[in-house]
């Protein structure tokens, strides 16, 4: 039975990094409906599990660009890939403080269905918005990787707030072209999960690292390929959504689920 939940999780988790409908707020949802509690130390690698398997389809979707992204930073030059792989750099900003930061702050919010749900609210108010944006050919500036970047630190502080949707919206409501500004937030936030991989690792190790877990491999190998299929499926399901502006949809899906969300935690 773990393991089946652990599959469900892990393609709650594949689908929606990428889907603009919080990842975050959807995972806390799907424990709580599923009951799946391994421990504070067996849920932390867990979720490094699943993280990671969403990394590795997003290089596996963007190899291409990311190493695009590596020539560009190591050739020196003011050229078209070096100023991208900056703005890349630039966008990571405002989310590694928000993650430095409020560490305990961020604790404590992604444990509350409330907050969920009104963040689900707000995340479809910036899909709405960026559904009726016009088609542009724009190519995102240094301060529009800015902007982004500080979306992303909100989406990184509210849990129920959509990274991709706010990111996503946010550029597209800036004027950016619209195929342009998804492959620009799926890239900006892969470092970042990378980053906090790293980081929950580390917390594991402080907490005695691997030899105190106990959690049965069949749940994390089967976790991690459904996070992983998901992803990949989602990331090139997200691209092609994107470039035919039918974001309005995942609006009408957060108001509803938001709504929910929001109703339940006051019966």
């Known amino acids: 039975m773990e393991t089946l939940k652990a599959i469900l999780v892990g393609i709650v988790q594949g689908l929606t990094e990428f889907l603009p409908v919080s990842s ?52 020196f030059k003011w050229n078209e890939e070096f100023q991208f792989s900056l703005k890349i750099v630039l966008s990571m900003i405002p989310a590694a403080l928000v993650g430095v930061l409020l560490k305990d702050q961020l604790e404590a919010l992604f444990s509350n269905l409330l907050v969920v749900g009104i963040m689900l609210l707000v995340t479809a108010c910036l899909l709405f918005f960026a559904d009726k944006a016009k088609s542009t050919t724009k190519d995102v500036s240094f301060k529009d990787a800015l902007i982004i970047g500080i979306a992303q630190g909100f989406a990184a502080l509210l849990p129920g707030l959509s990274r991709s949707g706010s990111t996503i919206s946010t550029s597209i409501i800036l004027g950016d072209d619209k195929s342009k500004a998804a492959r620009f937030s799926f890239l900006m936030v892969l470092p970042l999960i990378l980053g906090a991989i790293a980081k929950m690792f580390l917390d594991m190790q402080e907490t005695g690292g691997l030899e105190s877990i106990n959690i049965a491999p069949l749940d994390l190998v089967a976790g991690f390929f459904a996070a992983f299929f998901a992803g990949l499926f989602a990331c090139k399901w997200m691209i092609n959504i994107v470039k035919q502006a039918k974001l309005i949809y995942f609006s009408i899906y957060c108001v509803i689920v938001g709504t929910i969300v929001i109703i339940s935690t006051f019966l």
């Not at 421990?39 to 190899?63: C, Q």
Request: aromatic share 12%; glycine share 8%.
């Open 24 to 75: 975050s707020g959807h995972i806390v949802i799907a424990q709580n409906l599923l009951g799946l509690d391994f421990g504070e130390d067996e849920n932390l690698l867990f979720a490094i599990v699943l993280h990671f398997a969403t990394a590795l389809s997003t290089i596996v979707i963007f190899r291409k660009d990311i190493i695009q992204i590596f020539k560009g930073l190591f050739q």
